[in-house]
């Protein structure tokens, strides 16, 4: 349930492009603009938002002018001319406020997060980006601390059992995310030696590293000029330059426009900026609260001037119930199977311990298991043909003598 402010608009919002109506108006000169007044540089390391929403007390001063909706496009609305020579100029000194205001509030409100610390390698700022991938930082970071106490490196990883790998991953979810993360490990470890590239197409190519984690390293690990784009980012460029209320279901090229025509130049600054709109969307401008009250860049938001609007894609939104979902029949199995340790925990025991859980429901997220590596099925019949340490076991049928019951393991 949204509980969002209630819509008392600021002063009127100027329409610096003349383009009201959604109009592009970002431009490349509003970007060099930008580079003026801006903060001091510094690079992070690691960033992650997600967590729980929390509060923020910077106060903001008088009102400013918004900067009006501005449409993910990217061609130059203004400019070429000496009237738009002088929008251009006034948008360029709105963003330049907007960010000065953002970075400032950053400084004072950056969550104290592990990955964050002087001193933590690329890989663990990679490790802490896969983990916190739809998990609340809360949850990860003592997994995070935990698995590079003993993991330090993807070497290290490499060489681990997947099943240590799958326990070690306890509930973070979505536990394909360390099969792949191992994955990688030992991509890096073999072809990079042991180091991670440093470019995002080098990035890219290793197992489970798609556009955004490979722009987060980039950003967070090396201080790199990329455009980072996560839920949180996302949500406040649409809320405070779009106006409206949540971005699409899914990333838009023209959004990715957007957050580049936004991202200051200087490399080190860029980083900065990208850390801190990820955590303005995790502690104040949330997705179902937003404390407009207390944001920093709340005086230039045009959702807000706009009167908060509603969510103009919720009718392509999928929303997934988590109870009683084959995720989390999956889940339970996965619990299971960790508690086990090295054992085999027979089919007739899960059962049990699922009672309730329609059968059909059931066999699917067991084989959807093994189909992805996760866990393996042992004894039986002929469909299983490897035990948990993956060697090869005699077919037959439950019941048959010397067949073992079937049961399912995590993967050595
Ligand atoms: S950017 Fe700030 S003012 Fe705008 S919706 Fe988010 S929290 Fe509210």
Not at 19 to 34: E, R
Not at 66 to 84: W, Y
Not at 166 to 188: H, I, K, Q, S, T
Not at 319 to 336: C, E, F, N
């Amino acid at each position: 349930m949204s509980t969002l402010p209630s819509p008392t608009p600021p002063a009127p919002v100027p329409d610096l492009a003349g383009t009201a109506g959604g109009d592009p108006i970002a431009t490349d000169p509003a970007v060099g603009v930008l580079g003026a007044g801006a903060a001091e540089p510094g690079v992070v390391a690691g960033a992650r938002g997600g967590g729980p929403a929390g509060a923020a007390d910077e106060p903001t001063g008088a009102p400013h002018a918004a900067i009006g909706p501005m449409a993910v496009g990217g061609s130059a609305a203004v400019g070429g001319s000496a009237g738009g020579d002088a929008a251009a100029g006034a948008v360029g000194d709105v963003l330049a406020a907007i960010r000065e205001r953002l970075l400032a509030w950053y400084t004072v409100h950056e969550r104290d997060l592990p990955w964050r610390e002087p001193g933590t390698t690329a890989w663990g700022v990679l490790v802490s980006e896969v983990m916190s991938q739809q998990t609340p930082v809360a949850r990860v970071a003592p997994r995070w601390r935990e698995w590079l106490t003993r993991w330090p490196g993807p070497a290290e990883l490499a060489a681990a059992p997947v099943a240590d790998v799958l326990r070690a991953w306890d509930r973070l979810g979505y536990p394909r995310r360390a099969l792949r993360l191992r994955e990688c490990a030992a991509v890096v470890a073999q072809a990079w030696g042991g180091e991670l590239p440093r470019s995002e197409a080098e990035l890219r190519t290793l197992p489970g590293v798609g556009d955004y984690t490979a722009a987060a390293v980039v950003a967070f690990a090396y201080g790199g000029r990329a455009v980072v784009l996560d839920t949180n980012v996302r949500r406040v460029l649409g809320r405070l330059l779009g106006g409206e209320a949540l971005p699409p279901p899914t990333l838009t090229a023209a959004e990715r426009r957007r957050a580049a025509t936004v991202l200051p130049e200087e490399p080190g600054l860029s980083a900065r900026w990208n850390v801190a709109l990820m955590e303005l969307g995790a502690l104040v401008c949330t997705a179902g609260a937003p404390a407009c009250d207390e944001c920093p860049v709340r005086d230039w938001c045009a959702w807000r001037a706009a009167g908060y609007p509603r969510d103009e894609h919720a009718g392509r939104r999928r929303t997934q119930a988590w109870h009683g979902s084959d995720r989390q029949v999956r889940g339970r199995v996965m619990a299971l199977l960790r508690r086990a340790g090295d054992d085999v925990v027979e089919l007739s025991d899960i059962e049990a311990e699922l009672a309730g859980i329609e059968p059909e429901q059931l066999a699917r997220a067991l084989a959807g298991l093994v189909a992805d590596g996760l866990a393996v099925r042992v004894g039986g019949d002929a469909g299983a043909d490897q035990d948990a340490g993956g060697r090869a076991v005699a077919a037959g049928e439950p019941g048959d003598a010397g067949v073992p019951p079937v049961g399912y393991a995590l993967p050595r």
